[in-house]
């Protein structure tokens, strides 16, 4: 009898009717929902200041998604990101480009000159990837920063290829028979040009990234990624083959930096050697740390972070105290950027280890007495 009355214990337990099981996934789908309809309605209301911000988040967050990959989940430091970066750029640019301006281009298709550009970056990362299956922590680290001084000295004195110190001008893409460009057509009496038509490139590219990038992280290749960040040892006795994981997250993440790199040279219209040195790796390097390191919600949500605050601390820079316009003395919207994120990241790091994505779990996270946890 007491065996009997052990077994129905559990199933007799008081549930809390005001929370029913399946409403914190119905919240979920419904939240999700509604920012979807958000975002695919901002172009109409929204002016180009806000919808060039956001696809710079966009860009970043691909590219951070691709970083938090390879430092996040699998525990290997690279700081030449922003050379993956300037390959995907470039080389989107010489492959499309149609030498009208004294420069080289193969004058592609510009969707395929896109894809490419990816593979481009995908192939640098390939032939390092060999050194980054067999180097990890800093020792990558530092190999991976000679990629940057590399990268610097042929962007600057290959004329013919990137325009010099002065960069070239970037083809705009051409899909499906849409040109995004500056000619403005009109939908809803509201009249879209290039930001506007590219804010829905951006959006597909970050969700399929974002997909991706889940489904490999919740997947065999994820739980042998986070083996190798915790224990390299132990996930090689377990039969993970060690280096070729590192090798091959490398060039996965390389390809994501040159998606990046495609999109923002695409929002920038011109490609310029300086934005992609040192700083830039720094930056893509504090969006995870600041956003979740393993985390794709975490990296979206550092990239934005990070990517947004300079410029909106330019746009705002007269209402804002010790923060002036470039030029004019004082602290630059870029230098007052660089002390928030990087206070940030010190807090992240003494205080709350997982980043802004460790606050929504919290939030989400059941309370005592609820259905499906102990009281």
């Known amino acids: 009898m007491s065996e009997v009355t052990e077994a129905v214990a559990p199933a007799a337990r008081p549930v809390d009717s005001r929370t029913p099981p399946g409403r914190p996934r119905a919240y979920a789908w419904a939240a999700g929902t509604a920012g979807a309809a958000v975002l695919l309605a901002l172009p109409f209301y929204l002016d180009r200041f806000w919808l ?8 970043a967050a691909i590219g951070a998604i691709g970083i ?19 390959v995907g750029a470039y080389g989107y640019c010489v492959l499309a480009g149609d030498g009208d301006d004294g420069l080289t281009g193969l004058g592609l298709p510009t969707w395929l000159a896109a ?29 991976t920063l000679a990629l940057i001084f590399i990268g610097q000295h042929v962007l600057f004195n290959a004329h013919d290829l990137t ?3 002065n960069g070239r001008d970037v083809p705009p893409l051409n899909l499906f028979g849409t040109a995004f460009d500056e000619r403005e057509v009109v939908i809803a009496a509201v009249p879209f040009g290039s930001v506007e038509k ?19 992280l919740r997947g065999r290749p994820g739980r042998a990624m986070n083996a190798i960040r915790d224990h390299r040892v132990a996930a090689g006795v377990m039969g993970v083959p060690v280096a070729r994981y590192r090798a091959g997250v490398f060039v996965l993440s390389s390809m994501y930096a040159g998606l990046a790199g495609v999109l923002l040279a695409l929002v920038f ?21 600041i956003g979740g390191l393993g985390s794709v919600a975490g990296a979206v949500a550092g990239a934005a972070l990070v990517s947004l605050l300079p410029q909106l601390l330019t746009r705002y820079s007269d209402a804002l105290p010790l923060v002036s316009a470039p030029g004019t003395g004082g602290i630059t919207p870029g230098e007052a950027s660089r002390y928030l994120y990087g206070a940030a990241v010190v807090a992240v790091v003494l205080f709350l280890p997982g980043g802004l994505v460790r606050i929504a779990a919290r939030r989400s996270r059941p309370r005592p007495g609820t259905p499906g946890e102990e009281a």
């Open 115 to 143: 894809a490419l550009a990816v593979a481009l970056a995908g192939l640098a990362g390939g032939l390092f990837s060999p050194i980054a299956g067999r180097l990890s922590g800093a020792y990558l680290g530092i190999a």
């Open 269 to 289: 219209q011109r490609t310029v050697p300086d934005y992609f040195g040192m700083t830039l790796s720094l930056e893509y390097l504090a969006m995870i740390v």
């Open 198 to 216: 590219l804010w829905y490139v951006g959006l597909v590219l970050l969700l399929a990234c974002g997909l991706f990038a889940r489904g490999v």
């Open 163 to 165: 325009g010099g110190s």
């Open 68 to 86: 938090n990959l390879l430092t996040g989940a699998t525990g290997q430091l690279s700081m030449g990101h922003a050379f993956f970066l300037a």
């Open 52 to 59: 060039q911000a956001g696809l710079f988040a966009m860009a």
